[in-house]
């Protein structure tokens, strides 16, 4: 393997985990900001009301999602074990 192939496998690895994590990142900001929000207005400083809701909704979405991060790592799998069997000895 020469630079180039590095390169190219971990720049697929790098865009592969930044596709299936984005959501639920993106969901846990969304519902933390909600929560902060929620907080500020009513003056409620309870540190588990900010981390419970958080843990339940990224659970559902998780359940929901797994399915399609499921494909997408199977793709991933699917395409470096095409570029390791084509690799020369």
């Known amino acids: ?7 190219d496998v971990a720049y697929d690895a790098v865009w592969t985990l ?3 994590t ?8 969304g ?13 409620i400083q309870e540190m588990t009301l900010t ?3 958080k843990i339940l909704v990224i659970f559902v979405a998780l359940l929901v999602l ?6 997408e790592m199977i793709e991933f799998m699917g395409r470096m ?6 690799l020369p000895n």
Do not use: S
């Not at 984005?22 to 900001?29: C, D, K, S, V």
């Not at 519902?31 to 003056?43: E, N, S």
């Not at 797994?66 to 494909?71: G, I």
């Not at 074990?81 to 084509?86: A, E, N, R, W, Y």
């Open 1 to 7: 393997m020469d630079q180039a192939e590095i390169m």
């Open 18 to 20: 930044l596709k299936v």
């Open 22 to 29: 984005t959501p639920l990142m993106l969901i846990a900001l």
């Open 31 to 43: 519902v933390g900001l909600i929560i902060a929000l929620f907080q500020a207005l009513t003056q």
């Open 51 to 53: 981390f419970v809701p």
């Open 66 to 71: 797994l399915p399609w991060m499921m494909t």
């Open 81 to 86: 074990v095409d570029h390791f069997i084509g």
